[in-house]
């Protein structure tokens, strides 16, 4: 076997490889979204006044109406978050970060003056993770809800800290006030 017909083989077995890898990865977001699926359903059934929203890939589900103008893709907003990795449900073992009190405590966590104050944002700010901006655009001043997305709108093939690479999450957020100036 010359040269050329070894480097073909590996090419090839590279190929096989990335595109094997690529599956699983797909098979896992899809396995997320019909986690995420179920767990809306469930909730909307147990609770009328519930809705839900889809956004590019991003689920958000809407447990108390907010009023006044929705956020835009480029306004600001202030709001309250406590977010957790997802496997099928919401529990304080799988919480990562809060700015919000009531769900820090309820961890068995405690926080500074400063890390329990409101977060603004600019919808803008390249810090944003995708599935944040796309479930947060189109929330209303006082609403509360939980923006659920797979890894691929989250922190994606990489771990973040306690967060395991391609993990699905949702953000339980209680949004202060939007600004679309």
């Given at each position: 076997?010359n ?60 447990t ?14 202030s ?28 961890a068995g ?15 803008n ?13 189109g ?14 709108y ?23 006030s939007?600004?679309?100036?």
């Open positions: 076997m040269a050329i017909s070894k480097i073909a083989i590996l090419l090839s077995i590279a190929v096989c490889s990335s595109s094997c890898i690529k599956e699983k990865l797909e098979e896992t977001y899809n396995k997320q979204d019909e986690q995420i699926d179920k767990y809306i359903t469930g909730l909307l059934e147990k609770n009328e006044s519930y809705t839900a929203t889809y956004n590019d890939g991003v689920s958000r589900l809407t108390k109406v907010g009023e006044g103008p929705e956020l835009s893709s480029n306004g600001s907003i709001f309250y978050y406590a977010g957790y990795t997802f496997g099928g449900s919401i529990s304080n073992s799988n919480l990562f970060v809060t700015n919000h009190e009531p769900s820090a405590t309820a966590w405690t926080l500074t003056e400063d890390e329990a104050k409101a977060l603004t944002i600019n919808m700010d390249y810090r944003l993770l995708p599935g944040l901006k796309s479930g947060l655009t929330v209303k001043g006082g609403e509360e809800c939980q923006i659920l997305f797979t890894g691929k989250g922190f994606g093939n990489k771990a973040f800290g306690t967060i395991p690479a391609n993990s699905a999450l949702v953000y339980k957020i209680w949004v202060e939007i600004s679309n100036d």
